[in-house]
């Protein structure tokens, strides 16, 4: 593990504030593995054996309906971990995990993290500041579903992308159009309507990037009202 990988790994939001010796332990046996573009990193049903903290990339949570459909439960980047809670629970993955970019990863021991818990109840802060975190993604996710139109959701995801808090900025789209679909809760033909509709917001896709002439425009029109939305949309 080099040094920008380690300071990823410690200022996560899953060892942030866990005790200095624990952290060093856990990091001590931690691995560090490289996934491929389309690679699983675990499936559904597996037993939760492991937790990830991602170092480079992106890995999508993602589950099978009985019709065949796939529904993105979370997409997660540089400094996300994954696989907290239900190793919590000694129980197995409920969702599939996939890099959806080639990725880097440190794998930590579950079974180890749980010793350390039972040792140390200060470790419990930093499970459950990651836990919560996953919830509250969840709650905004579900929030932009029901007070959102999906052009609204589409601006959002944009500005989670720039560093820009005012002016003009062109930002690079992580992953491909059909994952952005289905992590909005979206079509690939509705993704593409609504690419249409931010034009007139001063957004213009081009390939993988995205050209937006106003980030503070775009904010107010992401956030407003959606009566007014469906009014004007």
Same mark, same amino acid.
């Given at each position: 593990m080099n040094q920008e990988h380690e300071r990823i790994a410690r200022t996560s939001l899953l060892l942030a504030s866990a005790p200095a010796d624990v952290v060093d332990a856990l990091l001590a046996r931690a691995v560090v593995s490289h996934a491929g573009h389309g690679e699983t990193v675990f499936s559904q049903g597996d037993r939760a054996d492991a937790i990830y903290i991602v170092l480079d990339g992106w890995v999508k949570l993602f589950r099978i309906a009985p019709s065949g459909t796939e529904a993105v439960v979370g997409v997660f980047t540089r400094g996300h971990s994954f696989g907290e809670a239900v190793a919590l629970r000694r129980a197995s993955y409920p969702v599939f995990a996939e890099a959806v970019t080639d990725c880097i990863l440190l794998r930590l021991d579950a079974r180890e993290l749980l010793r350390h818990l039972d040792d140390n109840p200060k470790v419990a802060i930093s499970m459950l500041t990651a836990t919560y975190a996953h919830l509250h993604n #969840?709650?905004?996710?579900? =929030?932009?579903?029901? &007070?959102?139109?999906?052009? /609204?959701?589409?601006?959002?995801?944009?500005?989670?992308?720039?560093?820009?808090?005012?002016?003009?900025?062109?930002?690079?789209?992580?992953?491909?159009?059909?994952?952005?679909?289905?992590?909005?809760?979206?079509?690939?033909?509705?993704?593409?309507?609504?690419?249409?509709?931010?034009?007139?917001?001063?957004?213009?896709?081009?390939?993988?990037?995205?050209?937006?002439?106003?980030?503070?425009? #775009?904010?107010?029109?992401? =956030?407003?009202?959606? &009566?007014?939305?469906?009014? /004007?949309?």
């Open positions: #969840l709650v905004a996710q579900v =929030e932009q579903l029901k &007070a959102q139109t999906g052009p /609204q959701r589409v601006a959002d995801f944009l500005l989670e992308l720039t560093k820009s808090p005012v002016g003009s900025c062109s930002v690079q789209l992580p992953y491909d159009k059909v994952l952005i679909a289905g992590r909005l809760g979206m079509k690939p033909e509705s993704l593409s309507r609504a690419f249409s509709k931010l034009r007139e917001h001063g957004v213009r896709i081009q390939q993988n990037s995205a050209e937006i002439d106003d980030v503070e425009s #775009l904010r107010s029109y992401a =956030e407003r009202d959606r &009566a007014m939305s469906w009014h /004007q949309d």
